[in-house]
């Protein structure tokens, strides 16, 4: 129970209710695209355009969602995508998004921007995979205390993202005045004060120099796996396997950043063609369905992230909200794997899907 109520059934009415809870600004912020939010609709255009392929009849009385990723066996394939300032989203903030996450056996990653410390986050959410996502800021010896705090909190994976060197303009976001207090940033706490900063004076942190060296040199001082997050090109995913990254995330931010590149399930399968032999690829931007999990995966992903639904359930309910929004993906993920005569997650392959 939240106190709007007990949670929605579906994922569709938890967006109407985190839009009803949610301040304006904190509403603008989480649902805002770039410029004319053209890639933001893409994304889940191009989910909707891929249509699956049954093979029924076939034995789908028992289901298995579990794949494995960056040499580890998980239960299922889902991520909650790292995303900034949770705690304005809801009081539980990052550690009742990992408490959820972990509940639901979702990976859970954690953003440099989070509104609480890495250490923080393991001490109240207890046991469950995390990754730590990184901007690298300008303040390297700050960039590299911050990934050993997560190392040393128990953190497994270094997600580098390299599609926000500066921050993309966000209309609604803008209008709606909303900004942030530094004290609520730890990766910021001593950079000014008490002040109140828009978005854009916080990710002026950022690096904006960032070479494919740097993120090889950065990853491999910190001992953990490489992930490089925000890539839409094989020629990007070839560069990031150079530089020492075990996986790739195909992603456009949800459509935050670079208005008018390719929606993520466009841009996937060329990367997996690349890549796939050699790294793991994840996507993110658009997934809404379970549907939409078994396309990705249809389509070569070793996992998927989900953004903004995760904040929806953060937003309806907390920790309780989070798990309870990765419950009803994987509940049609499973649905999904039965119409579609495909009981083995690990075995959908581009058969099971036709491309627009
Ligand atoms: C409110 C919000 C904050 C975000 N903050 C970050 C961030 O701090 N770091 C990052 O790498 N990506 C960030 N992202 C992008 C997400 O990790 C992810 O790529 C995107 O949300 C996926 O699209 P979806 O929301 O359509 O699922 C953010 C996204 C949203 C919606």
Redesign the pocket.
Known sequence: MSAAGPLPATIPELAERAAEILEPDVLA??EGGSADELTLRA?LAAWAAVALLPRLPADVAVRDPSVSFLGRERPHPLIA????YQRRVHPEGEAGAARGAAAARAVYCL???ATSTAAEVTAAAGPGPRWF?L?VLRDRGRTRDLVSAAAEAGFEAL?I?VD?PVLATRDRELRSGFALITEDIPALRDRAGGDVVTPRQTTDHIDASLTWEDVASIAAASGLPLVV??LLTPEAARLAAEHGAAAVVV?N????QLDTVPAAAEALPAVVEAVGDHLDVFV????RRGTDVLKALALGASGV?????V?WGLAAGGAAGVQHVLELLLGELDLALALSGCPQAREADPGLVRRP
């Open positions: 912020y989480v994304n995508a790292p995303m900034a953003s440099t921007l996502q901007y997600v993202t926000l997050k925000g992603s931010h949800g459509g935050r993110d931007g658009g997934i992230m989900v953004g903004r639904p904040l």
